[in-house]
């Protein structure tokens, strides 16, 4: 029996089911139309986010939440996408930069892409063609690789490139250099490193300079040219090694976490590279180098002894120096390393390598020791003293901020139409990686320029200080006992020492210090007293703390001067800033 509602809506008799069985029929028709609409909707929109989530991304950001991937992916795609639609036209013919070309077929660049980074390291054949202002074009047989270790270099569609030419074949004297991508915001840093270093003069330097880069003939914007420093380098900077001492890291090292070698620690960490067939192999020399560093802090002089008879310390101090003018604490524990043993000397001598001037975030700073050689040089008073004294030669010389500044809007002037013309601009800060507006490149040059300006402020500033203090710990028997503090960064260089006297003046007076005495000539003055002339150098001290930070150490000097008489004492210290040479004096206290 059929059941039947009864309602005033509703006819008596009236099929309700089949009336309820139309209506579900077509809500689902509506889902399902709308599904065939929405689904695939949501599928873009599912790969569009996946595709901005899985944007290369750096070790700071490597375990971010999925919704912060698609933030940072949009953020840098966007650019990019706005960089390539207001990009300036490339122009070849117009540039004022070298132009260099990259052929390789399309199968041996899908190769070297396979299966980055690893697939990026095997070379595959292609061609070297060069265009470069007063010199003849040439089309060179070469090998081709990306190359570098941050991803910087290889993840996105520009790449850093090894190019070795074949076999009989150089250019400029190499066969073996690099085209790498410079990685900072400006774009210029990465080659005015090794600009100011060869102006400043009494460094190992590679070749470096900016080009224009086109690969199968289609714009792929700046790079720097780098030299190799192998075999061919000795020879073109008329070096004697037989051996190169390479401290590095590849990609391995930064994204598997892979434990990192002290540098200056142990010999593990070296790669000995011969300079010329049957070369030695040998780490001895570095082995050398590493046994003596743990003496620095307890015997200063023999490790002074020991150091330069193993280490070419003058080079290394002046290459001190232009980091911490530069403001790189690139060169550190575990990369960006490179020594050889000279032949003429033998002794281990640096060389410049990725200094990225400028690169570090923070202008404040002096004694900069990222590794372990730096932190034992700079535990001896008279390295420091040297050190900084070729800072402020170069900053009131080859290295002033003048100089640097034109040199750098130079720059900025040789590489204008290349960047504008360039989509994209990956820098990194902060073991992260951005990507820089085309709007933003002009106002990064000014930015540089008043780094530089800032930094060279800073050392001045810091060089320019004295901080003496002295005071008298008390007399007995015409012996009297004083400690002088020095805490700034310059040294001071202590000329006089002025008596002062209620009674007879002896004619001399003797200075000891550490159980070594000095007797010397006292003058008597009209006043009454006497000036004795003296010549000690003093500086503050450091120590390398449980952190490996170096930090200054509050520890006197302490001398104990016997005048022979209970009523002459030392009232005043005249003496100069070692490095400046201004004049300075520091009265004795007295309790």
């Known amino acids: 029996m059929r059941t039947v509602f009864s309602s005033s809506a509703i006819p008596e008799g ?133 190359r570098g270790d941050s991803m910087n270099h290889w993840a996105f569609p520009q790449k850093s490139w090894r190019v070795k030419l074949k076999r009989g074949s150089r250019y400029l004297g190499m066969r073996q250099f690099n085209l790498y991508l410079p990685r900072t915001k400006s774009q210029i840093p990465d080659f005015l490193g090794y600009r100011l270093a ?41 070096l004697s090694a037989d051996r190169l001492f390479v401290g590095d890291i590849d990609f391995k090292d930064v994204y598997a976490y892979h434990d990192r070698e002290f540098l200056f620690e142990s010999v593990k960490g070296w790669e000995v590279v011969p300079t010329k067939k049957g070369g030695d192999t040998s780490v001895a020399p570095m082995q050398a180098l590493l046994e003596v560093l743990p003496i620095a802090a307890n015997e200063p002089e023999r490790f002074k002894t020991a150091i330069e008879k193993v280490l070419d310390v003058q080079t290394t101090l002046r290459y001190m120096a232009y980091l911490e003018i530069v403001g790189s604490i ?6 960006n390393q490179r020594y050889f043993f000279d032949l003429r000397t033998q002794k281990l001598k640096p ?132 400690h002088i503090m020095v805490g700034a960064d310059a040294g001071f260089e202590a000329r006089e020492l002025v008596f002062d006297s209620t009674g007879s003046v002896p004619t001399s007076v003797v200075v000891e210090e550490d159980g070594v005495a000095k007797r010397i000539l006292c003058v008597p003055v009209e006043k009454g007293g006497c000036v004795a002339r003296f010549d000690r150098f003093l500086s503050s001290k450091r120590r390398v703390d449980k952190n490996d930070d170096l930090i200054r150490e509050s520890r006197p000097y302490r001398w104990s001067i016997r005048t022979g008489s209970s009523s002459l004492r030392l009232r005043f210290i005249r003496g100069v800033n070692t490095i400046t040479k201004e004049p300075h004096g520091v009265e004795v206290k007295r309790g």
Not at 203 to 219: D, G, M, S, Y
Not at 445 to 463: D, F, G, P, W, Y
């Open 198 to 238: 060869e102006n400043m003069g009494g460094l190992e330097v590679p070749k470096a300079f900016p080009i224009h880069l086109r690969v199968n003939r289609q714009f792929d914007g700046v790079r720097v040219f780098l030299e190799q420093v192998n075999e061919d380098f000795f020879l073109n900077h008329n």
């Open 351 to 482: 060389i410049v390598w990725d200094p990225v001037a400028y690169y570090r975030e923070k202008i404040d700073g002096i004694d900069f020791a990222p590794n372990g050689l730096f932190q034992a040089l700079l535990q001896i008073p008279e390295y420091r003293e040297e050190k900084n004294r070729c800072v402020w030669e170069a900053i009131h010389g080859a290295l002033s901020p003048g100089r640097v500044a034109q040199l750098i809007e130079d720059s900025a002037d040789s590489v204008r139409k290349e960047i504008l013309a360039s989509p994209q601009k990956v820098y990194t800060f902060r073991a992260n990686l951005d990507m820089m507006p085309n709007s933003e490149w002009e106002s990064s040059v000014h930015e540089l320029v008043e780094k530089s300006r800032a930094r060279s402020e800073v050392l001045r500033s810091a060089l320019r200080k004295i901080s003496i203090s002295a005071e008298s710990k008390g007399s007995h028997g015409g012996v009297e006992d004083v």
């Open 330 to 335: 690139h060169a550190d524990e575990t990369h």
């Open 14 to 146: 009236f099929d309700t089911g089949h009336i309820l069985s139309l209506r579900w029929k077509r809500r689902v028709k509506r889902v399902a139309i709308t599904g065939i609409f929405f689904i695939p909707l949501a599928w873009i929109a599912f790969l569009g986010a996946d595709y901005l989530a899985r944007t290369p991304r750096e070790r700071k950001l490597a375990r971010i939440g999925y919704w912060d991937q698609i933030i940072y992916g949009a953020r840098f795609n966007a650019i990019y996408a706005w960089n390539w639609l207001t990009a300036e036209q490339d122009d070849p013919k117009g540039s004022a930069l070298p132009v260099m070309e990259l052929y390789i077929r399309t199968e041996r660049l899908k190769a070297l892409k396979a299966h980055l980074p690893e697939s990026g390291r095997i070379y595959q054949p292609g061609l070297f063609k060069v265009r470069r202002k007063g010199e003849p074009n040439s089309v060179l047989g070469a090998n081709l690789r990306f």
